[in-house]
């Protein structure tokens, strides 16, 4: 799939990958296996080798609502710092994670964050600035028409339900956006 998270391809972070490729340990999570819960410190960071995870939280109503996505390639992790998760991170399908305690790699961490910390905040900034302006600037169609223009492989590898809670619409809305769309491009 193509990179997802904009910001890893606009900073290098090829160290903390291969940290966790040559120190860690290859973990299998099963489809909805939790990676870090909300309101806890992680304990892990990683790099996804197969499947992908969804980053989510609650909403005032109790339900969950997709925020985010990881998926093969991309690094997995809420933060490097030891403050309690505002997100759930879990397998959206049965993953594979070359990952590492966060606490052993602290030292990897302060070096490339030492360097590196005003771009990576640039860059995390900036992608979700962009996203949180797409939710104005766009209709829900428009949104998901681009979804998958940029990401086709998305629509394979993760459920309507999480396409449509990313999106901030409901499935039922989703699946009235895809028929018409169908209906469209048969005219």
């Not at 996804?48 to 980053?55: A, D, I, L, R, W």
């Not at 985010?68 to 399908?93: C, H, L, M």
Request: glycine residues 6%.
């Amino acid at each position: 799939m193509v990179q997802f998270n904009q910001y890893d391809s606009q900073i290098d972070l090829s160290a903390v990958k291969d940290y966790c490729r040559e120190k860690g340990r290859l973990c299998h999570y099963a489809k909805d296996d939790i990676f870090v819960h909300q309101g806890f410190v992680g304990k892990y960071v990683g790099v996804v080798e197969s499947g992908y995870f969804k980053y989510t939280v609650i909403t005032s109503s109790g339900k969950e609502a997709v925020v985010g996505f990881a998926f093969e390639g991309e690094i997995v992790a809420d933060s490097y710092n030891s403050r309690p998760s505002e997100v759930t991170i879990n397998a959206g399908a049965d993953s594979t994670v070359s990952q590492v305690r966060t606490i052993e790699a602290r030292s990897i961490f302060n070096d490339f964050f030492s360097n590196n910390l005003s771009a990576l905040n640039g860059a995390l900034f900036s992608e979700i600035y962009s996203r949180y302006l797409e939710l104005h600037r766009k209709t829900p169609t428009e949104r998901y028409t681009e979804l998958i223009a940029q990401y086709p492989q998305i629509i394979h590898t993760v459920s309507l339900r999480d396409i449509a809670s990313y999106l901030l619409i409901t499935p039922v809305y989703l699946s009235r956006i895809r028929k018409n769309l169908a209906k469209n491009s048969g005219e």
